[in-house]
């Protein structure tokens, strides 16, 4: 198809025009989103210097130092303003339990978690568009039923009740698997401590992109050009490779898009099942040792992140299905 | 057969026709779920706080059908102690993210204009907060418990059904007998409370059964984290958090039972869920 210039253009500038007004309720969103996490600060009752320091015995020098870091002498406004400054030049504070620097934890922490969070992506798409494409295929088969049954199963399986169940099969009865940590040894050995843990993660998510993809595909199948396309005699792996898989892969992405970026979250569940040192098990212990500086910290990155990665996937969309040009359309 | 009951079951058959069989079995399943929390403290066998150290870890057996953990607690007396905490919480996130969203989705959709644009983009930015997330900054604020968790888990839930709210009532606001109500000079608050809520309902109960599910997931995530029902109180998310030491000593039930229980619970709110959208998807 040849696009004369003049239709071109506008779209072009429609296209840019939705990206810039999408990149702008991101900025809005993250700004909002750093005001609440630093605001939370004020729900509690009473002064905030004795609210840090519960639990801990704090010398007169460590309630100045808390003092000194939230700027609790100044007005509200002023806090935040101090808060937001440093946190954009990635000082996120220092932890009240050993003193160290938030972004120092969060730096040693990180790389576990993007690891556990980027297998898992991986496992969920390729094996998840592999089976939902052919229970597609397979349709009002045996073989498709099986595959909902799981799915229906996977889907009601949390990540815990995952972890549980696969340290007792593969870690205790068939002793394949170590169940604890992230281990000493060079890749070979981490990747088998990350074996299970990923399976784990991925569960609900596996069994969301596997039921998706199914429908998605059906969709795509029973549509005329494709009847069309099979009923010229064209060959099928061709068929359902550019017409029914290539157009089924907006439907897959929107919908399994932001559930991927959920798995940042979820992952704090498997690292405190499996006791990965992950920012999710540093986020569980902080709020369990009443560490306010680190669970702020981690909750604004992992907000941050989502909604990054959620408007990463509006703005793919569009380029993967040309009849929607504006992110808000893809709604 | 009595020829009496025959009739009956003839009148039942056709009441449930076209209802699948795994929706009936998932509605009864629930039923058994409520029925069991709601009797919990009469009808456990054993107190489910109390160990007994002559007791533990001990197999299925006549006396404990699903056997003991390390401290020699009852398993099945747990699992239907923790059955009441672990459908209250998410009953409350449910009750209080429908009846707020509802309002929302009804001032928006209704109002339209500015007021619309303002609490649209409001929702918007609630997204951004995954549930899990705001109620752990809810419990580091406010304490360990299931009160900070549900109370942060119900503002994060009701974007979902104020969306749902919202679209249903715009296309609702646009139709006839909408219009004939204005006609006939009543107020909007009564249209829209007397004669479009009654309309919308069943599709915001459907959304409801659905987020139920979704709920008591992420509380009982919250509560295997340590963070929300504190131990020797029964919940089932603790119980498999507690059940982890029993699992690596060799009782796995103390995990796995609650596991199962919260599984099946979740399959069934599923269920039931769909089955409610899919017949009012065949009716309007």
């Given amino acids: 198809m040849t696009s004369t210039p003049t239709r071109a253009r506008p779209r072009t500038v429609g296209r840019a025009r939705a990206v810039l007004r999408r990149l702008g309720s991101l900025v809005l969103t993250l700004w909002v989103a750093s005001f609440v996490v630093f605001a939370s600060l004020s729900l509690v009752p009473g002064d905030p210097t004795a609210w840090l320091l519960r639990g801990h015995n704090p010398s007169p020098q460590a309630r100045a130092a808390i003092r000194e870091q939230y700027h609790l002498d100044e007005p509200f406004l002023v806090r935040y303003g101090h808060w937001l400054g440093g946190v954009l030049h990635g000082d996120f504070g220092r932890s009240l339990r050993d003193r160290a620097p938030v972004s120092h934890l969060l730096a040693t922490q990180l790389p576990t978690t993007l690891t556990l969070v980027a297998l898992s992506g991986l496992l969920i798409t390729i094996v998840g568009m592999t089976v939902g494409a052919y229970a597609a295929l397979r349709h009002g088969r045996v073989s498709e039923r099986v595959v909902l049954l799981l799915v229906t199963i996977g889907f009601a399986t949390p990540s815990f009740v995952a972890a549980i169940v696969l340290k007792w099969i593969f870690a205790l009865k068939l002793g394949i698997f170590p169940t604890f940590g992230l281990g000493d040894g060079g890749w070979g050995d981490r990747l088998q401590h990350l074996a299970l843990p990923t399976v784990a993660l991925s569960v609900t998510y596996l069994a969301l992109v596997t039921r998706i993809t199914r429908s998605a595909m059906l969709e795509q199948l029973s549509r005329d050009h494709v009847e069309v396309a099979i009923a010229r005699g064209l060959p099928r792996r061709q068929v359902i490779w550019r017409h029914v898989f290539r157009n089924a892969l907006g439907p897959i992405l929107t919908v399994s898009g932001p559930n991927i970026a959920a798995l940042l979250v979820s992952s704090m569940i498997v690292e405190y099942a499996f006791g990965l040192p992950g920012i999710g098990q540093l986020l569980v212990s902080a709020a369990d040792t009443n560490d306010f500086p680190v669970v702020q910290a981690i909750v604004l990155v992992l907000v941050a992140a989502f909604v990054i990665a959620n408007t990463l996937v509006d703005l793919v969309y569009p380029l993967l299905d040309p009849t929607i040009t504006s992110p808000q359309a893809a709604r | ?284």
């Fill in chain 2, 1 to 284: 057969m009595s020829a009496l009951a025959e009739p009956a079951l003839k009148r039942l058959r056709q009441r449930t026709r076209g209802i699948s069989a795994l929706s009936i079995v998932s509605a009864a399943i629930l039923v058994i779920f409520v029925v069991l929390a709601l009797a919990s403290s009469w009808i456990v066998p054993y107190d489910p706080t109390a160990g007994d150290f002559t007791a533990i870890l001990q197999d299925p057996s006549a006396e404990h059908w699903l056997g003991t953990d390390q401290q020699g607690k009852d398993v099945l007396s747990m699992l239907i102690g923790g059955a009441w905490t672990s459908l209250l919480g998410p009953l409350g996130v449910v009750v209080v993210s429908t009846v707020l969203g509802f309002v929302v989705g009804m001032v928006a959709g209704w109002r339209g204009g500015w007021v619309d644009s303002v609490l649209s983009r409001g929702m918007d930015i609630l997204f951004a907060f995954p549930a899990l997330l705001l109620a752990i900054l809810a419990v580091s604020l406010f304490g360990k418990g299931l009160t900070a968790a549900t109370v942060a888990m119900s503002i994060a839930y009701l974007p979902y059904t104020a969306r749902l709210v919202r679209g249903v009532v715009l296309q609702e606001r646009a139709r006839p007998y909408v219009l004939a109500y204005k006609g006939l000079g009543l107020s909007d608050t009564f249209i829209a409370v007397r004669r479009v809520l009654p309309n919308i309902a069943p599709l915001v109960l459907a959304q409801s059964a659905i987020n139920f599910g979704y709920a008591l997931l992420d509380l009982a995530a919250i509560s295997f984290l340590g963070l929300g029902v504190q131990p020797p109180e029964p919940d089932w998310g603790a119980m498999i958090n507690g059940g982890q030491s029993a699992l690596l000593a060799g009782a796995p039930y103390a995990a796995l039972a609650p596991a199962v229980a919260i599984v099946i619970v979740v399959i069934a709110f599923n269920e039931v869920g769909e089955e409610l959208a899919d017949r009012i998807q065949g009716i309007s």
